[in-house]
């Protein structure tokens, strides 16, 4: 009994936040395994830190870890990916082995081991907060953690732009997680997302850091790591985790015309942080050593004291090697998405070599910037990297086909451009490098568009798309930004242009089908979307659409049958139940849509949608507390609920129905949306005082 109690104190007081530290704080025994913090920051380019030379305090809390722990300066990314650097960082495996080669159309494999799968079965409880959806537990990384937060409508963006988590509410949800009660020992990864294009840094950093968007948006996801690092870094003497905490990647920031990231493999995005604080495990100081992302893994293993599997690539690094590692890594985007030559390369010491129809050989140490070429000048050198590079397998990447909205999100991201088939030859015209241009011109449309210059958004989108009329990935961003714009026609014709191009890819035809429903074309929905529905692999995302599009056409019952149809794809998805439920409703079968309604919450009870939808339906019969209590849970899963619930206020009050619209009306500044929705709070309470 006592010693329960004694584990219990010790658990709860080792990640402990400062405000409610226990006043008896435990020593860990020296033999009790130690709760591991895993932080990685998305996008984080190493010399951004001020720890690696950033003017400017930019980062006092990485800081302070990195001065009570090691900073390794030369930590290398395998690849300049977020999905398939943490998937390498989680394994420590090489891409080629564990096989997620790009963001889009690979899954993290069910039997390989990850940090969470190891250390589970160590007997340790596992937690991750994901901010940022190629992160989504869909991808494969979610197993071997007991919790995997991935949800990320807690901050609501801009439609055109996908969805991520703000840190702080990240690291809230984390902090939670790890103040529980709890008598196991801890693994926990928080994964950030802030300097990630756009940069829009939150107030205090947006003035700040007015003349470097990138370096605020590094601030903000500091500052947003205080609840888990102040702790520590201020009890180190009672607080004995390791803290290891590192980046996917870095970011070009224009670096030979790359803005962001992903085609390249220059050291602005393979260069990244990397801070081991483990005391009394590991000595501080900064380690000049190479340590690449296969060695994470192994060196936080290592040092939690579990046994190294054998099928792991990297070592761990907890004492440092006299031998120079080499260095694999690869960017494998542009071959995937655009057809260009894929870029493999090897690092070894000072020597980078990387290999395209333009090959390119740099001398890190004279030439940091990468801004002399080599290749041509030393050519024996070229000659022994190339035959190091030849020992790594050319294992091919294994693409599938993402679901439509999958591919979508991801696009979003500024991600994803269309699938291309490998070729076997490429020639110096499908060299990266002199096709950056596009790359550079399609991410200052999304600037133009983030930085509230529609007009200028769009006409560049346009002037894009005319000057690669022949590529799908142009017309499919001018598409979009004209829907979201409100021009659908336009919209429409954008996306037949696509269409046409990329008869077969169906996130560009479920979005023309949509489209064209919402236009009211419906019956020519039908006619495109149906063929593509007829084979045994049909995409959901079509088959959705295609039901919704039925269903504005009044059929009904097609409508229903698609949907069950799509579940048999995807029985988990509640979203698919709700749009039965929505059709059921447009058919005026309130029992089987109140019975889909509910089906989804049992598949997941906070679904927000599946709620705003029973409470529509509870408004309908007067049982306005029913009402409420389900809007309390939509708005609480989606902010955004609550533009819905004002609508459909004002649909009630211009039918006549005033009890309804009062109720709506009366939930809605009773619950106080957010101050996005001033408008709509104060004709809300004018309406309430008018109609008294
Ligand atoms: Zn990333």
Not at 276 to 304: H, K, S
Not at 660 to 684: C, D, H, K, M, T
Request: with cysteine; proline share 8%; aromatic share 8%.
């Amino acid at each position: 009994m006592i010693v329960a109690v004694a584990l219990f104190v010790a658990s709860l007081t080792l990640f402990k936040s400062a405000s409610s530290r226990a006043p008896a704080a435990t020593p860990t025994p020296a033999n009790t395994r130690p709760d591991i913090l895993f932080v990685t920051i998305d996008t984080l380019r190493a010399d951004a830190v001020g720890a690696y030379g950033q003017q400017g305090n930019p980062t006092p809390w990485i800081d302070r870890l990195a001065a009570a722990g090691v900073r390794f300066t030369h930590a290398d990314a395998q690849t300049p990916l977020t999905l398939p650097s943490h998937a390498t960082l989680l394994s420590g495996r090489y891409p080629f082995a564990h096989g997620v080669r790009d963001n889009a159309g690979f899954r993290f494999p069910a039997d390989v081991d990850t940090l969470a799968t190891l250390l589970r079965s160590r007997g340790y409880r596992t937690g991750a907060f994901v901010s940022a959806f190629p992160l989504d537990a869909r991808f494969g990384l979610a197993r071997g953690f007991d919790v995997y937060d991935d949800r990320l409508s807690e901050s609501p963006r801009p439609a055109f732009l996908e969805q991520e988590r703000a840190g702080a509410a990240t690291v809230a949800r984390a902090r939670a997680w790890l103040d529980a009660p709890h008598d196991r020992p801890t693994f926990c990864w928080v994964h950030l997302y802030e300097p990630h294009f756009p940069y829009t840094p939150p107030e205090p950093y947006a003035s700040r850091f007015a003349d470097n968007a990138y370096e605020g948006e590094v601030a903000a996801a500091d500052a947003a790591l205080a609840p888990l690092l102040q702790p520590i870094v201020e009890n180190g003497a009672t607080t004995r985790p390791i803290v290891v905490l590192t980046a996917d990647h870095g970011e070009s920031l224009g670096e030979h015309g790359e803005s962001t990231h992903g085609i390249f493999a220059y050291e602005a995005t393979l260069h990244v942080p990397l801070v081991v604080y483990a005391p009394g495990r590991l000595d501080p100081g900064v380690r000049d050593d190479v340590i690449r992302q296969i060695d994470v893994a192994p060196t936080i293993l290592d040092l939690a004291g579990v046994p190294l599997p054998q099928e792991i690539d990297g070592r761990s690094a907890r004492t440092p090697h006299t031998d120079t590692p080499t260095s694999y890594f690869e960017a494998l985007s542009g071959a995937l998405n655009r057809g260009w030559a894929p870029l493999r390369g090897v690092r070894r010491g000072t020597l980078k070599f990387i290999e395209l129809p333009i090959p390119e050989l740099y001398d890190l140490a004279a030439d940091p910037g990468e801004r002399r070429n080599l290749a041509e000048a030393r050519t024996a050198d070229v000659a022994a990297l190339r035959s190091l590079l030849q020992s790594f397998p050319t294992t091919p990447a294994a693409r599938r086909a993402e679901r439509a909205d999958t591919a979508s999100r991801l696009q979003a991201l500024g991600y994803i451009g269309g699938a291309a088939a490998p070729r076997s030859h490429y020639t110096a015209a499908d060299d990266p490098k002199q096709l950056i241009g596009i790359d550079r011109d399609l991410q200052n449309v999304v600037s133009a568009y983030t930085a509230g210059d529609t007009s200028r958004a769009l006409s560049e989108a346009r002037r894009i798309a005319e000057a690669h009329a022949a590529m799908p990935l142009a017309w499919l961003e001018l598409a979009q930004l004209q829907r979201e714009t409100g021009d659908l026609p336009s919209a429409i014709a954008s996306f037949k242009r696509a269409h046409v191009l990329a008869p077969d890819n169906p996130q560009i035809a479920s979005m023309l089908g949509a489209s064209l429903t919402q236009h009211g074309d419906t019956r020519e929905a039908v006619a495109i979307l149906t063929p593509l529905t007829s084979s045994d692999d049909a995409d959901v995302e079509v088959i959705r659409t295609l039901a919704l599009a039925s269903a504005r056409a009044g059929t009904f019952d097609r409508a229903i049958a698609l949907l069950e149809r799509a579940r048999t794809f995807d029985s988990a998805d509640p979203q698919l139940l709700v749009d039965e439920g929505t059709v059921q409703l447009m058919a005026n079968r309130r029992e089987p849509a109140r019975a889909a309604f509910q089906a989804a919450l049992t598949r997941d009870p906070a679904f927000p949608r599946a709620h705003s939808s029973l409470a529509a339906m509870a408004l309908d019969d007067g049982r306005t507390a029913d009402a409420a209590a389900h809007w309390k849970e939509a708005a609480a899963g989606d902010p955004s609920e609550f533009g819905r619930i004002f609508a459909l206020a004002v649909a009630n009050a211009n039918a006549g129905r005033a009890p309804q619209a009062r109720a709506a009306l009366e939930f809605f500044v009773q619950s106080a949306p957010p101050s996005s929705y001033a408008g709509q709070i104060a004709q809300a309470r004018a309406w309430l005082d008018h109609s008294r």
